[in-house]
T-cell receptor
Framework: GAVVSQHPSWVICKSGTSVKIECRSL??????MFWYRQFPKQSLMLMAT?????????EQGVEKDKFLINHASLTLSTLTVTSAHPEDSSFYIC??????????????FGNGTRLTVT | QQPVQSPQAVILREGEDAVINCSSS?????VHWYRQKHGEAPVFLMI?????EQKGHEKISASFNEKKQQSSLYLTASQLSYSGTYFC???????????FGKGTRLSVIA
């Protein structure tokens, strides 16, 4: 079945540093991936849609200069949290629709990355 | 537009049934249901595409009332493994992304 792999599973970093999170599609090509953020006991909030070969589409209120998304290949999307601060501490999850291109396809999620900024 | 889920939380004893509702103020293109265990990523349960559609797997089923813009998830004869937070996700048109509700926390106790 379709698998989305996310790395790392958790990361602890100091305030002011940058953190990169990778999301890979393992057995399919993903032209579009989605990045969600989830604070404790809250819902999954869509941050941005990552498009292979073009700029990401950010949701309202998400700073594109702070959350850099790169989707340079059909199997890899990366999210870089720049100049991280404690309020950025959260659970970041990537996902992809399988099959691709159909808005009614189910989302397959990576295992998520728990970011803690100290 | 975030869908509204109810109830926010429910506690069941093993073997009891539960219903989780999801409603939208906008017309729905499709409804997705996911379950998330603590500290883990959400897992896809099922998707409903057409008004009036009902589907299920084992003792979990769902219905989609297109006219009322709502969907319900039915858990029958609940098991301990059903515990988790259930999210509905809605797509309002053919080119909008999936938006999740706030979730319903389900706890099944022995």
């Amino acid at each position: 079945g379709a698998v989305v792999s996310q790395h790392p599973s958790w990361v602890i970093c100091k305030s002011g540093t940058s953190v990169k999170i990778e999301c890979r599609s393992l057995d399919f090509q993903a032209t579009t991936m989605f990045w969600y953020r989830q604070f404790p006991k809250q819902s999954l909030m869509l941050m941005a849609t990552s498009n292979e070969g073009s700029k990401a589409t950010y949701e309202q209120g998400v700073e594109k200069d702070k959350f850099l998304i790169n989707h340079a290949s059909l199997t890899l999307s990366t999210l870089t949290v720049t100049s991280a601060h404690p309020e950025d501490s959260s659970f970041y999850i990537c996902s992809a629709r399988v099959p691709q291109g159909a808005y009614n396809s189910p989302l397959h999620f990576g295992n998520g990355t728990r970011l803690t900024v100290t | 537009q975030q869908p509204v889920q109810s109830p926010q939380a429910v506690i069941l004893r093993e073997g009891e049934d539960a219903v989780i509702n999801c409603s939208s103020s906008k017309a729905l293109y499709s409804v997705h249901w996911y379950r998330q265990k603590h500290g883990e990523a959400p897992v896809f349960l099922m998707i409903l595409l057409k008004g009036g559609e009902q589907k299920g797997h084992e003792k979990i089923s769902a219905s989609f009332n297109e006219k009322k813009q709502q969907s319900s998830l039915y858990l029958t004869a609940s098991q301990l493994s059903y515990s988790g937070t259930y999210f509905c996700g809605t797509v309002n048109s053919g080119n909008t992304p999936l938006v999740f509700g706030k979730g319903t926390r389900l706890s099944v106790i022995a």
